[in-house]
């Protein structure tokens, strides 16, 4: 008897722990909802965690408390509040941030990314449909596809996801009518054919009712696919990549100790076994794979989604940020791309301005070299732009300050994803994915020159240097620089000064005063001071220079202590009482647009160098302390 209660505790045991092995190796699908205001996202999701049984009683308290309170559905439960979680999301009835829900069936694990419908939260859109493998575009059955549908879908199309469920949402209130249905439906796989969308599954739906939510309704006899959850149990939605090779992005370098040095990341593609040849990049270098570790012990092999630590048999110098691939098939490199953009700074995208771009653990300079034409993403049109407004999409030129390994998004999300990052605040302002290299790229290499900086600096008995004047108009900066120039030449050093307004009579003659007309002014002067100072000169720079941005990405051009930044301090109300050239009394006419101090800001700088005060000091003495400042 005891045996037999033995046997019995044993089966037990082994059925329990079969039962948790299999739901920790079931797949994982990740999907977003999205569409236009009130098609139902919300209550689409709260019925799905409804019925299928994953609330905790808890949760269903707090949904029929917050059913009366809050609901839209009379007394009855609001599933949608399961998923509106802010209160100003309660309070409109509406979804404005992504709310992220985990649920689970016997066949599958899923996060599901509920997306907001309105067109200001584009960007939040955009965010969940990121990591998404499956998008769930609701369309309400009385309104048919609306602007919103096709801007989501383009977004959707844009960031990869090639498997759409079309829910044709409320079909109760068109009396389920086959016809209604077969319209949205033809309208959406001509959109879907439009955009490259190449699978898409039309389901006819009723989310607050449930038909064809977890089974096949009988009111849709008509319809012989599957329900919503049918569907995405069984979705495969993973990339043909046959014949790609190793792609490992390395995460972390594993150094635990002296004897033990690892490549940490999870593999992006393809396969990889001991014995292996791979590179490492950007470097090149080669060597073979020796072990493939992980927590629960080494592995014969590994793929695509894998997290695991490579061991090489050749001490190689690879960092985080660096790929590791398979040596037969290695990824492009490349420091100039076309990319498409989604701006999501609050202040415009302006070409020539420099941003930090992170592409998995890599982060380098880029900037955005031209805007080709901006997206209208609700009618697919090109339109030709100077620069980007939150949430507008372009198909942009990259230049990034070295080279990376990557391939297109649409063949490699990990190596094709990226986003821009704000040197100055360090916020996101944008994502993108890379579209293709510019070929041109490779084939320009720096030329070497024997007489360099340092000899030709020698030369002249100087260090060269960029000294950099910035103010309001008006405050006196080509007076001091003037002034400075006079007094090297006494001294004889070799100078020259770079004024705001000579160089616009002939290298920048062709640019505005518009935000962008303004980086790419002071990009091209930037240059041409790198260059002087290449020639061993002193350069004496004396610019508006409004923007911090642009006075930092200047600086990056110099090495260490070649750069002085003068702020040259003038209130603005001594400026426009000086105004010599007349023009603040023409900008507050409204005869100058985007004139800086009166309608185009100026930033003053943070950290500079020297800050001359004009109104206490006079230009002799300010260019005095100039002079101490470059000769010390």
Sequence with gaps: ?????????????????????????????????????DDGKSTLIGRLLYDTKRLFDDQLAALESDSRRHGTQNGEIDYALLVDGLSAEREQGITIDVAYRFFSTEQRKFIVADCPGHEQYTRNMATGASTADVAVVLVDARKGLLTQTRRHSYIVSLLGIRHVLLAVNKMDLVGYDQAVFDDIVGGYRELAAQLGIEHVQAVPLSALRGDNLIERSPQTSWYGGPSVLEYLETVDPRRDQAGTGLRLPVQWVNRPNQDFRGFAGTIAAGTVRPGDSVVALPSGRRSQVARIVTADGDLAHAGAGQAVTLTLTDELDISRGDVIAASAQPPELSDQFAAHLLWMGEHSLLPGRPYWLKIGARTVGATVTEIKHKIDVNTQDRLAAKHLELNEVALCNLHLDQSIPFEAYRDNRA?????????????????????????????????????????????????????????????????????????????????????????????????????????????????????????????????ISPFRAERRMARELFGEDEFIEVFVDTPLDVAEQRDVKGLYAKARAGKIPNFTGIDSPYEQPETAELVLDTVSQSAEDLAEQVIRKLLD
């Design 1 to 37: 008897m005891e045996a037999s209660t033995d046997t019995v505790n044993l089966d037990a045991g082994q059925a329990v722990a079969a039962y948790l092995e299999q739901h920790e190796t079931k797949g994982l699908l990740r999907f977003i909802t999205c569409g236009s205001v």
């Design 415 to 543: 190596l094709g994803g990226f986003i821009l990052i704000d040197r100055m605040s360090n916020a996101t302002v944008a994502a993108g994915t890379l579209e293709f290299a510019l070929r041109r790229a490779g084939n320009i290499h720096w030329q070497h020159v024997d007489v360099d900086k340092a000899a030709r600096s020698a030369s002249k008995g100087q260090a060269a240097r960029c000294v950099w004047f910035t103010g309001l108009s008006g405050s006196g900066k080509s007076t001091i620089a003037n002034l400075v120039d006079k007094r090297l030449h006494a001294m004889g050093r070799h100078a020259f000064v770079l004024d705001g307004d000579n160089v616009r009579h002939g290298l920048n003659k062709d640019l505005g005063f518009t935000d962008e007309d303004r980086v790419e002014n002071i990009r091209r002067v930037a240059e041409v001071a790198r260059l002087m100072t290449d020639a061993g000169l002193i350069v004496l720079v004396s610019f």
